[in-house]
């Protein structure tokens, strides 16, 4: 009766709406792993609402909002990233154009090309796949890209204007964590965060947003307690404050910093990390910050890489799309 019983319940957890999944151990017994929040299936969702409110725009009269992505260089990478961004721009209904340069362009000539677009009026968002050639000085090209059509949200007047819980362009990356968190119901108020990295394009929005008073301007702020770590934090401090936390955010690029070990048990951890590592086998993966397989047995709630937050950058970045070009009829300026 007992073994009926068990294999009751894990049928019923399987199909839990909660999208939970069991491990059995070695012993035969079954115990609940984390919640997986599969940010391909959201962010696909958002792209469907996203393309009905394209449409009711250009029902409206307005012109088809547009995009722009810059790449320079042969990276493979960017032009993947790069690729994924056109198709589902094009899936929404946005227009959108990659615009290829040789990695011998000079900085003064990119800024000529974004300094054409941004005075383009049927331009509505431009963006710089970055990485960018060491010869250049990505925040100078990432700051002449006009603020009201930088979807990138990289601009020094949309992170200052979000660093001081005003409207803004928000990094897609950061909105996107943000727009997980929240529709997978994931309580952030009152509760301790951790993000691990620095960056000023992702770790850092990202912290800004957690801890931002919700009752303030934009309206995203998720009100927790924040502590900022990254690569340089002696471990066992790092380990200090992820068993503290229930909420981990790491995009550092380090394969499988976070273990189980480390996780406060029902955490939920944002796995921002991609790196390509080569197996046993001699293959090349894709892995996250966090060690999965492991921390997804302690974790309540758990991003897997690939398909977890990559997803929603890009169609967080679809929005900023949309929004920029709403911005531009209401003639809304970011300054």
Known sequence: MRQIICLRLVSSLLTSKMRSHTYI??????????????????????????????AAWVNEGHRTPSLRCIIVGDDPASRTYVNNKVKAAKFVGIDALAINH?????????????????????????????????TMNERKVCNAITPEKDVDGFHIINIGRLCTDMPAIVPATALGVVEMLKRYKIETFGRNAVVIGRSKNV?????????????????????ATVTICHRYTPKDQLEFYCRNADIIVTATGLPKLIKADMVKPGATI????????????????LTGDVDFEEVSKVAGAITPVPG?????????????????????VHSYKLQ
């Open 25 to 54: 151990d070695s012993l035969g017994s079954a115990s609940i792993m984390a919640k997986i929040l599969n940010g391909k299936d959201l962010a696909n969702e958002i792209k469907e609402e996203l393309k009905l409110k394209v």
């Open 203 to 223: 770790g850092m929005p990202i912290a800004m947003l957690l801890h931002s008073d919700k009752r303030h301007d934009s309206g995203l702020g998720m009100d």
């Open 308 to 328: 977890g937050v990559g997803p929603m950058t890009v169609a967080m970045l679809m929005h900023n799309t949309l929004q920029a070009a709403q911005n531009r």
């Open 270 to 285: 944002i796995d921002v990390g991609i790196t390509k590592v080569i197996d046993e086998n001699g293959k090349s993966a």
């Open 102 to 134: 040789d990695a011998t362009i000079s900085e003064d000539a990119l800024i000529a090309e974004i300094e054409r677009l941004n005075a383009d009026e049927n331009v509505d968002g431009i963006l710089v796949q970055l990485p960018i050639p060491e």
